[in-house]
Structure formats: C-alpha cells, structure tokens
C-alpha cells in the first residue's frame, strides 16, 4: 500500500509530491513495516503524522498483528511521532545506529 500527498498548483494545474507513506507486509504472518517521507518544506506540520495515522487504519482493516519501522538513532522527530502513536522505540541489535519502532494492533 502505498499513500501519496500531492498538492496541485490552481494556476498551472502543475503537480507536487509532499509526501509518501508505504505499508509493507512482511513474511511473517500479520506483521508490516511502514514507512513515511516528507518533502522538507512540509516537515513539522503534521503530514507525516497523518500519513502514519493513515497506515495504522489500513493495517487494522487488513487484520495486521503488528507494524514496524526501522530509523536512524537520531532521527527523533519522527521517533517522536512515532510515540505519539502509540509505537515502542527499542534498539536494533545488529545496528547500533537504529532503533526500531514496533506498534501491536
């Protein structure tokens, strides 16, 4: 699954991505990674969040157990976020430079 927020120009009609949120299931049953972009002018206004949100509601109507994402240690806004709904931050063992964030549905 994949979510794209888009603006469109109403002079031009012209296009512009803002940002993207994916929805990953994985080989393990019940189990999805999410995974959210936001273009930088549109950081900190509440669109990675929705994006989030949104996944979350897709995960439950497919009957997913979990979601995770995996982020660089000092990546704390969207750690934060992540927070906020409701995701536990933990350590990535293999890598000490990530912590992954898991949410049980």
């Known amino acids: 699954m994949l ?10 009609g012209e296009r512009d991505i803002l940002g993207v949120g994916r929805l990953n ?3 393990a049953d019940g189990e999805a990674e999410v995974a959210v972009l936001v273009s930088d002018q549109y950081q900190h206004k509440g669109l990675g ?4 949100h949104q ?3 897709v995960a439950r109507d497919q009957n997913l157990r979990s979601l995770m994402a995996e982020m660089l240690f000092g990546n704390l806004a969207i750690q934060n976020t992540l927070r906020k709904l409701g995701f536990r931050l933990v350590p990535v063992p293999r890598d000490p430079q990530s912590v992954q964030a898991v949410l049980e549905l």
């Open 3 to 12: 979510l794209v927020a888009e603006h469109k120009d109403p002079k031009t």
């Open 25 to 27: 299931k994985l080989k």
């Open 49 to 52: 969040t929705e994006l989030v």
């Open 55 to 57: 996944l979350i509601t």
